[in-house]
Structure formats: C-alpha cells, structure tokens
C-alpha cells in the first residue's frame, strides 16, 4: 500500500475557496478512482487556513493516476493563487497500518 500525505496553506480569505475546491476534489476520488483506498480531507483545528490530505492507493501506480488526473490538474492550477507558498508532499511504502471496522 502506498501512502500519500500533503499540507497545503490557503491565503487569508480564501480558505473556504480552498475547502470548497478540495470537496469538489474528493468527488471526483470517490467516483472516478477505485485504487483510491482512503481519501482524507483535515481543517486543521488551531489554523483554519491549514489543510491536510491523506490518501492511500493499492499501488504507486495509481498515485501516479491520481496526482496526474484532470480535476487534479485543474486544482493545482486554480488553487495555485490562492496558496500561501508551496504544497508540502510526503509519500511512500507503508511500514505499518492499523485499520478496524466497526
């Protein structure tokens, strides 16, 4: 399993564009990439410009279909102005998970 985390921060006044964006980003995911295992969207608590995204797919393959699909070229273009600096990203292997059902 491959793991992908990225922290990005919106400019003043527009982190509900951001949050807007992302939610139509994550429609895309639920319906449109099925090796997308889990896709997560955090407001972080102390910063409300700050979000993080957690993603995990079934191979490094379809990270690489997810980071280069359209509505995710779309994002990155339009988000690209109302970002305070860069997106940080962090992806790899999966040394360890712990998943429950309820």
Request: charged share 20%; net charge negative.
């Given at each position: 399993?491959?793991?992908?985390?990225t922290i990005l921060r919106a400019k003043p006044g527009y982190e509900?564009?951001?949050r807007e964006?992302?939610?139509?980003?994550?429609?895309?995911?639920?319906?449109?990439?099925?090796?997308?295992v889990d896709f997560r969207i955090l407001s972080d608590e102390q910063d409300a410009a700050?979000?993080?995204?957690?993603?995990r797919?079934?191979?490094?393959?379809?990270?690489?279909?997810?980071?280069n699909a359209e509505l995710m070229e779309r994002f990155l273009w339009a988000?690209?102005?109302?970002?305070?600096?860069p997106m940080t990203l962090s992806m790899g292997e999966e040394i360890f998970a712990k998943t429950?059902?309820?």
């Open positions: 399993m491959i793991s992908s985390t509900g564009a951001i964006a992302l939610l139509d980003l994550a429609d895309f995911i639920q319906s449109d990439e099925p090796e997308t700050v979000f993080t995204l957690l993603g797919f079934t191979t490094r393959d379809a990270l690489h279909r997810h980071l988000a690209r102005s109302m970002l305070d600096g429950t059902t309820p």
